[in-house]
């Protein structure tokens, strides 16, 4: 997925590894993993890549 704000390093895409009523994601630059809440996450989504998509 790509979030509207970056991550530290600058990266912007996340990869989703668990969601429920949190998600816990992976920045796909720096591979640092963390969690946030689900409202928080639906809310900063810019857009959803799927497999596939280009």
Do not use: Q, Y
């Amino acid at each position: 997925m790509i979030m509207k704000k970056k991550h530290p390093c600058g990266e912007n895409k996340m990869l989703v590894l668990r969601s429920g009523m949190d998600f816990k994601l992976r920045c796909v630059a720096c591979g640092r993993e963390f969690m946030i809440a689900r409202s928080k996450a639906e809310k900063n989504i810019k857009s959803v890549i799927r497999d596939g998509d280009t």
